[in-house]
Every structure is written in C-alpha cells, then in structure tokens.
C-alpha cells in the first residue's frame, strides 16, 4: 500500500445501504498519506446517511470532518434512490437523532466545490446526483476536476463471474440523466467498472481478524454478515468459479476510493467512450473520437484484501 505524499479526498457516499460504503470510509481513514476532507450524502431526503456518516465517524474519533447531506431524489425519475438498511440487525442501539432544520442540498454542493478547490479528488461511491447538479447549477465547475466514480459500464465481467448486464450498474441506473451530465462534464474521469471491481471481495475467512481489530471491525463485520445473508452471496459465489465459496460481499466502493488514493493495484487505461441509452439502461461503449476516459481494466483483488484489512486495522488505532 506505498504512498508518497499527501493526497486529498471528498467521499460522496449513498452511505447505511450496502456496507460497503461504511468499508470504503474506514479504509480513506486508516490509508497512509491520505486526508478525508469532506463526506457528503446521496440519495438522502431526510439525512440520515448523513446521520450515519457521522456516527461512523464519531467511533473512529473524526467528529471535525465536515458531512453534509446532499440530494434526495433522482433528477431522471423524481423518486427517492434506495433505503437505508435495517437499523437494528445493521447497528444496534438507538438509532441517530431526528434531523431538524435540514440545510439545504446547495450546501452540500458548496462542500464538494470548496473541496475541489482545495485540491481534492472526488470518490463518489453513490449515484452521481449531487455532482450533476453541482455541474447544472455552475457550469464548468466540474472542468478538470478529478472524479473517481464507482460504475459506468463498459465491459462484461469475464468468465466465472455471474452473467450480469449493465442495469446492475447501480450507481447510474439510479439517475441515468446525472450520470450523463457527469460524462458529459469537463471532470477528469475515471470510472472503475464493475468488471473490474469484481475480483475485489470480502470473504468469511477475513471476518476473524476483521472482528479482532477493533469496534469498527466488529460493526462492520456484522453488517457485512447480514447484507451477505440477505443477498445470498454465499451461494452465488459457490456457483460461480471465479469467486470463493465463503463470499461475503464486493469491495465496490473501497476499491474505487483505493484508486481515487493512487493505489497502484488498479490498472487504468485511457479509453474513447460513448454513451448508449436503451431501454433507459445507460451504458458507455467504446467508439473512436469518443469522450477520454479513464477506465480501470483491471483490481489485483487477492491484494487488496490484505490492503483493505491493514488499513481499517490502522483506523482504529
């Protein structure tokens, strides 16, 4: 996990859904040379992913990281994009105090952007909601922006994988029209696909040493062993040969912060891309004179199984 100097980042996060979110962050805070310096919330209408963020933050003694709840609903259907997860088997104890005077989604905005001016590169491991309307409200202010996100859709997953199609790609499905704003957008972009993203996972043999290294670890665990449950990933990762037997969960979001930080187990390859919408699936195709994108080809995911638990064990001391 070598890293040279100081590398800033702002983590945009559908976070209290899938835990891999609640994984992502406690890695950006255990990783060497890394400065979380703003967390805002997605899909959020009432803050309590905001709620959450800060509780996560709180046990790992970050109270003074700026967290900000940003947009509610989908600019492509109105709608709200997903629920939180089950707040006793997920958490346990009382659940986060009621938010009272929501400010409002601009401020969440103004967030992202002060962080961008302050040199930080963007993970954003949730839909792409709020940078759209960063980018709507104040045009160009996405220009040369560093933006890692979690999705777009350019390859199939390679063989052993589950025969999964781009309406999987979640973080786009939720608001397609975000995401070609994004795409669209003067950012520097890198998306880390699915396809790659897949060999990154989190096993039941890790859940010991996770559980030992600490109240995080422990927390973390259990809901990683609920979601597990939940999504059967035991069973699909027995039926598939290129995942364990003992699949827990993906490291979606950790790997995509992992590759926002600079970490050189992601291989990335500048690629002309389009985007093709059918059947209100988006996914981006590679076509020559297309948009310049960053993609990463490729996880080195039996390494960063080690990379990730070192670095939530480092958090928590």
């Given at each position: 996990?070598?890293?040279t100097?100081?590398v ?8 209290a859904?899938?835990p ?6 406690a890695?950006v805070?255990?990783?060497p040379?890394?400065?979380l310096v703003g ?9 309590r992913?905001a709620?959450?963020v800060?509780?996560l ?6 109270r003074?990281v700026?967290v900000l709840a940003?947009?509610?609903e ?6 709200p994009?997903?629920?939180?997860a ?7 104890g009382?659940p986060p105090p009621?938010v009272?005077?929501?400010p409002p ?6 967030l992202?952007?002060?962080?961008l001016?302050s040199?930080?590169?963007?993970a954003a491991?949730g839909?792409?909601?709020n940078l759209?309307?960063l980018?709507r ?8 922006a ?5 999705g777009?859709?350019?390859f199939?997953?390679?063989?052993g994988y589950?025969r999964?199609?781009a309406?999987?790609?979640?973080n786009?499905a ?8 994004l795409f669209e957008s ?5 998306f880390v ?10 096993r039941?043999a890790?859940?010991?040493?996770l559980v030992a290294s ?13 979601h597990?449950?939940n999504?059967g990933?035991a069973a699909?990762g027995?039926a598939h ?7 827990v ?6 790997v995509?912060?992992?590759?926002a930080?600079g970490w050189s187990?992601?291989s ?5 891309l389009r985007?093709?919408?059918?059947n209100r ?14 993609v ?10 080690e990379?990730w ?6 958090a928590?001391?």
């Amino acid at each position: 996990m070598k890293q040279t100097g100081l590398v800033r980042i702002h983590v945009d996060t559908d976070f209290a859904g899938d835990p891999d979110d609640a994984c992502a962050l406690a890695m950006v805070l255990g990783w060497p040379g890394a400065e979380l310096v703003g967390v805002t919330t997605t899909a959020d209408p009432d803050g309590r992913r905001a709620s959450y963020v800060r509780r996560l933050l709180e046990m790992l003694g970050k109270r003074g990281v700026p967290v900000l709840a940003g947009a509610g609903e989908s600019t492509t259907t109105g709608r709200p994009m997903g629920d939180t997860a089950d707040h006793g088997k997920f958490w346990g104890g009382a659940p986060p105090p009621s938010v009272v005077g929501r400010p409002p989604v601009a401020d969440a905005l103004d967030l992202i952007r002060n962080s961008l001016v302050s040199g930080a590169t963007v993970a954003a491991i949730g839909p792409y909601t709020n940078l759209a309307l960063l980018e709507r409200s104040r045009p160009g202010a996405l220009s040369g922006a560093r933006v890692v996100t979690m999705g777009g859709w350019v390859f199939p997953l390679g063989d052993g994988y589950p025969r999964w199609g781009a309406e999987r790609d979640w973080n786009v499905a939720c608001d397609t029209n975000a995401a070609l704003t994004l795409f669209e957008s003067g950012a520097a972009l890198t998306f880390v696909p699915c396809a790659a993203a897949a060999s990154a996972v989190l096993r039941a043999a890790d859940l010991p040493r996770l559980v030992a290294s600490g109240p995080v670890g422990a927390l973390l665990a259990r809901q990683t062993i609920v979601h597990g449950e939940n999504g059967g990933y035991a069973a699909l990762g027995r039926a598939h040969s290129a995942l364990p037997d003992d699949l827990v969960n993906f490291h979606w979001d950790p790997v995509t912060c992992a590759a926002a930080l600079g970490w050189s187990g992601v291989s990335v390859e500048d690629i002309e891309l389009r985007p093709v919408l059918a059947n209100r699936v988006l996914r981006f195709e590679v076509h020559p004179g297309g948009r310049r994108t960053s993609v990463a080809a490729s996880v080195h995911g039996a390494e960063f199984a080690e990379v990730w638990l070192t670095a939530v064990e480092k958090a928590q001391t």
